[in-house]
T-cell receptor, first 113, second 114 residues
Framework: GENVEQHPSTLSVQEGDSAVIKCTYS??????FPWYKQELGKGPQLIID?????GEKKDQRIAVTLNKTAKHFSLHITETQPEDSAVYFC????????????FGSGTRLLVRP | NAGVTQTPKFQVLKTGQSMTLQCAQD?????MYWYRQDPGMGLRLIYY???????DKGEVPNGYNVSRLNKREFSLRLESAAPSQTSVYFC?????????????FGNGTRLTVT
């Protein structure tokens, strides 16, 4: 089955700097890669996703890149703000097993004011 | 619109006790899920229900049972709790499978088994 590895486990950046979180996946059939943000005491919430027919997707300060050959994808947050502090999870699935979204282990991002 | 509602928010059990975690969604979603979250291990799928009347095992189903009571409600039962089941449990729902529609999560149930 699919295995998703996520790095780093913790990341501390200065406000205004960029943050990058990286994930690798094992199943070459995976073709859907969402990112979820979890704030303290809440459930995760989808912030951006990418499908394997594109290499990059942007939404304001957030972007995701995908390298299918290397089987890795990354989340980029630019101009970080204190409200970006949270735990971020990457995940992977494919159409045939679309109910089995496999998550990475999470990255705790701290943005220092 | 409450989204996904989980009860209770906190629970402490002794080893061997049983309990049911409740989940309800008001978004008319077809699919529902139960995940557990443990430090350093992310979210792991316990069971899911693709549609009303169906349930299937996820990555870590041992020690759990589920019931899709109706389209709105999906419960998780621990028949004989063990310390290894100490975790935060999240219920989620989606309109279709995760490939087509995002998961909407509840705020979790923190369970401690002593």
């Amino acid at each position: 089955g699919e295995n998703v590895e996520q790095h780093p486990s913790t990341l501390s950046v200065q406000e205004g700097d960029s943050a990058v979180i990286k994930c690798t996946y094992s199943d070459s059939a995976s073709n859907y890669f969402p990112w979820y943000k979890q704030e303290l005491g809440k459930g995760p919430q989808l912030i951006i996703d990418i499908r394997s027919n594109v290499g990059e997707k942007k939404d304001q300060r957030i972007a995701v890149t995908l390298n299918k050959t290397a089987k890795h994808f990354s989340l980029h947050i630019t101009e970080t703000q204190p409200e970006d502090s949270a735990v971020y999870f990457c995940a992977a699935s494919n159409r045939d097993s679309s109910y089995k979204l496999i998550f990475g282990s999470g990255t705790r991002l701290l943005v220092r004011p | 619109n409450a989204g996904v509602t989980q009860t209770p928010k906190f629970q402490v059990l002794k080893t061997g006790q049983s309990m049911t975690l409740q989940c309800a969604q008001d978004m008319n979603h077809n699919s529902m899920y139960w995940y557990r979250q443990d430090p350093g291990m992310g979210l792991r799928l316990i069971y899911y229900s693709a549609s009303e009347g169906t349930t299937d095992k996820g990555e870590v189903p041992n020690g759990y049972n589920v019931s899709r009571l109706n389209k709105r409600e999906f419960s998780l039962r621990l028949e004989s709790a063990a310390p290894s089941q100490t975790s935060v449990y999240f219920c989620a729902s989606s309109l279709q499978g995760s490939w087509n529609s995002p998961l909407h999560f509840g705020n979790g149930t923190r369970l401690t088994v002593t």
